[in-house]
């Protein structure tokens, strides 16, 4: 007899015996128990974990000889065909090279007549989502209203694929991955019966690298069952499958704690020239440092979410304590970026090198670089308050400004700050592109000017609702819309056109009206209260002499005012 596959010798035959979906199997009995027998179902799931085999077993449970049964008897002549693929009331298609319409037109011709032996005639359709849009419309009245002696059974990997007026036929059960232990377990039990010799840390590797699949890891193990005679290891399936051993990803982890990018190297040298893939790598590194940070947050309470055994959770748990969580995460994020530009670029080694640099020295990589010949005033980025001793000569507010200054500013407004005495004009306009906004004019409160007035607030205008934009940029937009109107015993009167009313409703809201207060009072050093009105023959204020002078070199206007910090 030729040699039989590990995942069809040991293939289930009844619902007790299929793995890791007793959700699906104890509805499927009690279906069958209370006769209660839908002409159409659907088993969704991922592939290899027993939809096809379901769909055969409760076939076989309506046929046999005594069924409906929940349990076939796996003699009769109908379960012996069935078990064979040969029944004739039994017809299994496949809709990957089944999927016209005139294949559908033949089973519509077909289902009228009676099966030659069983109680149904009953067909089961893989892959249905493969599908034609014009075969699933020539479905749809067969499957609505079939014959009673007619069942479908379709089976997809892909449900959304599948139309709605199809779903709506059928009763849907979704099968799910199977765990890692149950897996385990299942391989555990054949191995014995195949006489494997086979050790647990490779049942393990196994079940992981299947990704929740039966028939994948039988499929792995049946490729191993040749070095059964010597015993089957984990390092023979890291070897087969080029997965990367658990030690190789703790060495390298180990290195990347201690902030040692060259012996992090070192460790990469080796596992690269034991052939193993850098994407896969990439992924292992992922996922490792995805079980660092389960355990990092909840210790061995969350143990049972990573698919280990004991005794690497416990090494999981010890190298935990050299990371913080913030470092863990920090990893992920580049580990993820690292696998998003490996698959742009030619080198996958080169980008994984990059990410170990980035880990170790990381304070290196993004340290600022230094600034040759810098002017004093740049370490203080905040101006320093000016001294309460009245100077003896007070600057005129705005010398030394040019048009072409107005063009180089990026903080939608004008600097009218004296210039220093003994500071040179040119050396000023570099550094203003990288210091604090500073006010327009001297405030109050300040040695330089005693006294506030309405003329006063609004020069400084600009500099008041940039201050605002640091707290909230909405309300600096509205307040940029209004001007200043009255200032009297403390209470600024705003005014805004009659087409701003949304924005004055905004700003008289209470908490709002608190804030822009509070910023004012501090900018202004002088309690501030605030009003706003509407004005039907609003003007706009009129702009300083600078921005006058650009407006009308360059035929322009001013359309809105934006906040550049």
């Known amino acids: 007899m030729s040699y039989l596959v590990l995942a069809r010798k040991h293939r289930p035959q009844t619902f007790d015996e299929v793995t890791g979906q007793e959700h699906i199997t104890e509805l499927l009995k009690k279906i069958i128990q209370s006769s209660r027998i839908h002409h159409a179902y659907l088993f969704c799931g991922p592939r290899g974990i027993g939809k096809t085999s379901c769909a055969r077993i409760l076939a076989k449970s309506l046929n046999c000889e005594k069924g409906p049964t929940l349990k076939p008897c796996g003699e009769c002549v109908a379960c012996q065909e069935i078990t064979r693929g040969s029944s004739f009331d039994v017809l299994e298609i496949d809709g990957a090279s089944n999927r016209g319409i ?4 033949t089973l519509r011709e077909n289902v009228k007549f009676a099966p030659s032996a069983g109680k149904y005639k009953i067909y089961i359709v893989d ?3 493969m599908l034609t849009t014009e075969a699933f419309n020539a479905l749809l009245k067969t499957l609505e209203e079939p014959p009673a002696h007619v069942k479908f059974i379709f089976a997809t990997t892909s449900p959304q694929k599948v139309p709605a007026t199809i779903i709506s036929r059928c009763q849907r059960f979704d099968f799910k991955r199977i765990s890692v232990d149950t897996i385990v377990a299942t391989m555990a039990q054949i191995s014995k019966k195949e006489k494997l010799k086979i050790d647990q840390d490779a049942l393990y590797t196994i079940a992981k690298a299947a990704q929740g699949s039966l028939r994948d890891a039988l499929s792995i193990l049946d490729q191993l069952s040749a070095l059964s005679d010597e015993g089957i290891v984990a390092a023979d399936v890291f070897s087969m499958l080029g997965m990367v051993e658990t030690q190789f990803l703790f060495d390298l982890t180990g290195a ?7 012996l992090a190297l070192e460790v990469l040298e080796r596992i690269i020239d034991q052939g193993k893939d850098i994407k896969q790598l990439n992924k292992d590194l992922i996922e490792h440092f995805r079980n660092l940070m389960i ?8 143990g049972k979410l990573i698919d280990y055994p004991a005794a690497v959770k416990d090494m999981y748990l010890s190298q935990c304590a050299q990371f913080t969580l913030k470092d863990i995460l920090k990893a992920i994020d580049i580990l993820i970026e690292t696998q998003e530009i490996a698959g742009i670029t030619e080198s996958a080694r080169m980008s994984l090198e990059v990410a170990f640099a980035k880990l170790t020295y990381i304070g290196e990589v993004f340290a600022a670089p230094p ?11 905040q101006p320093q308050p000016v001294p309460k001793k009245q100077p003896e000569a007070k600057p005129v507010p705005g010398a030394g400004f040019t048009t072409a200054n107005v063009l180089k500013s990026e903080k939608g407004h004008i600097d009218l700050t004296p210039v220093a005495e003994g500071s040179s004009g040119e050396d000023d306009d570099n550094v203003e592109e990288i210091e604090e906004i500073r006010e327009d004019v ?26 605002v934009s640091r707290e909230r940029m909405s309300l600096a937009t509205y307040l940029q819309e209004g001007t200043p109107l009255e200032f009297k015993d403390g209470c600024l009167t705003v005014g805004f056109p009659p087409k ?15 804030l822009v207060a509070k910023v004012f009072s501090a900018k202004l050093e002088t309690p501030v209260s605030l009003r706003y009105e509407l004005i039907g023959d609003f003007k706009p204020r009129e702009e300083e002499g600078i921005i006058k002078e650009a407006l009308d070199t360059f035929k322009g206007k001013v359309v809105s005012r934006w906040h550049k910090e």
Do not use: M, Y
Request: one cysteine or more; a neutral charge; aromatic letters at 4%.
């Open 102 to 105: 005139d294949e559908i037109r």
């Open 127 to 129: 892959e249905v989502h």
């Open 256 to 262: 990347l704690a201690q902030k040692n990018c060259s």
């Open 295 to 302: 355990v990092k947050i909840g210790g061995k309470a969350l």
């Open 371 to 381: 600034v040759a010949a810098a002017p004093a005033r740049l370490a203080q980025p």
């Open 442 to 467: 001297p405030l109050p409160g300040s040695a330089v000017q005693e006294t506030l007035d309405l003329s006063q607030i609004k020069r400084c205008w600009d500099t008041l609702t940039f201050a």
């Open 500 to 514: 701003c009313a949304f924005q004055k409703e905004a700003l008289e809201d209470q908490s709002t009206k608190q």
